[in-house]
């Protein structure tokens, strides 16, 4: 079992340009979730998935897309990246949406930053 | 609204010693969910515990223990004999029990354990 994996691990991008991350997991989980981690900010919730097919958003989903057409992954998108985006981005897969019965599996992180 | 509050940002404590680390929470919920995360320098958040608002039990794990106080809105964390391998950011983190509900971050204390 890998558990949840991410790639890549670092990307440097300029401003304006496109990328995605991949989230991959192989534990069967309905759910996953796009978090970002900033200095100072803790963890918070860009987009996530309650099954293959759905995606929402969370608390910060301005400038990113997702999506999940395979249950074992979860893609987040930059379509036009700007140095705000610069963070470290976590992805987390949970058996169900019932977070207090089920913890979330983190990934190992992608540290972007946009210059 | 849901708060996590973890005053202390960084803390730095000599090896052996013991180490609280504080969380206080905000929910206007009567049934509510407290989560602790370990962040190595690996990256990747580790879950830790979850404890139920209706179980005001302190719980003890090895070196590890919570203290769970409804009255004061708290879920503090000790390391009792810390070991280097206990530097890390550590996060406090609160969910609602309904379906939508999200985990919600404290923003992270940051412990070096030095040898």
């Known amino acids: 079992n890998a558990g949840v994996t991410q790639t890549p691990k670092f990307r440097v991008l300029k401003t304006g340009q496109s990328m995605t991350l991949l989230c991959a997991q192989d534990?069967?989980?309905?759910?996953m979730y796009w978090y970002r981690q900033d200095p100072g900010m803790g963890l918070r919730l860009i987009h996530y998935?309650?099954?293959?097919?759905?995606?929402a958003k969370g608390e910060v989903p301005d400038g990113y897309n997702v999506s999940r057409l395979k249950k074992q992954n979860f893609l987040l998108g930059l379509e036009s990246a700007a140095p705000s985006q610069t963070s470290v981005y976590f992805c987390?897969?949970?058996?169900?949406?019932?977070?207090?019965?089920?913890?979330?599996?983190f990934g190992p992180g992608t540290r972007l930053t946009v210059l | 609204a849901q708060k996590v509050t973890q005053a202390q940002t960084e803390i730095s404590v000599v090896e052996k010693e013991d180490v609280t680390l504080d969380c206080v929470y905000e929910?206007?919920?009567?049934?509510?969910?407290l989560f602790w995360y370990k962040q190595p320098p690996s990256g990747e958040l580790v879950f830790l515990i979850r404890?139920?608002?209706?179980?005001?039990q302190n719980e003890i794990s090895g070196r590890y223990s919570w203290n769970f106080q409804k009255s004061t809105s708290s879920f503090n964390f000790t390391i009792t004999a810390s070991q280097v391998v206990d530097s890390a950011v550590y996060f406090c983190?609160?969910?609602?029990?309904?379906?939508?509900?999200?985990?919600?971050f404290g923003k992270g204390t940051r412990l070096h354990i030095l040898p």
């Open positions: 983190a609160l969910s609602g029990r309904n379906r939508d509900d999200k985990i919600i």
């Open positions: 404890r139920n608002s209706f179980d005001e």
């Open positions: 534990m069967n989980h309905e759910y």
């Open positions: 987390a897969s949970s058996y169900s949406a019932l977070v207090y019965l089920n913890e979330q599996f």
């Open positions: 929910t206007r919920d009567t049934t509510y969910y």
């Open positions: 998935s309650v099954g293959e097919g759905t995606t």
